[in-house]
C-alpha cells in the first residue's frame, strides 16, 4: 500500500472514530442510533488497525543513465547496465544509453541492459 492511501485511510479512520460519538450520540440516542454508532465506530477502528499494520510498498526502481564502457576477459562478468539476479525486485528495471560491454575469454559475460540472470 502506497504512503499516500494509508495516511487516507488513516485520516478517514479516525474521523470515523471522533464522530461517532459527535453526530449519534449527542440528541439522547434511540436503540437504532446506539447501533449505528457502535456500527460506525468499529469499522472506523478496524480501518485505522488494518492500515496501520500495512507495509509499505517495497518497489525498486532500478536505472543505468550513460554508463561507461565494461570490458570482462578470461571468465569475467562486465554490466554496464542493470543487474537484478534471478528477476529480484519488483519496481521497473531502465538501462538508457549505456556503454558497450564486451567480454571476450571462455565463460566471459557482458551485459549493457537489464541482466535478470
Known sequence: MSQGWKA????LAVAGIVSTPL????????GGQLTAATVQGAVSIAALVWA??????????????????????????ANAGVKRPGGRGSGTA????????TATG????ANSGVDYS
Do not use: C, K, M, Y
Not at 8 to 11: D, E, F, K, L, N
Not at 106 to 109: A, D, E, I, P, V
Open 8 to 11: 487516507t485511510i488513516i485520516v
Open 23 to 30: 453526530v449519534w450520540l449527542l440528541d439522547s440516542p434511540d
Open 52 to 77: 496501520l499494520f500495512q507495509h509499505p510498498e517495497n518497489r525498486t526502481e532500478d536505472t543505468a543513465v550513460a554508463t561507461g564502457e565494461a570490458r570482462a576477459e578470461d571468465g569475467g562478468a
Open 94 to 101: 531502465r538501462a538508457e544509453r549505456t556503454g558497450n560491454a
Open 106 to 109: 571462455n565463460g566471459s559475460s
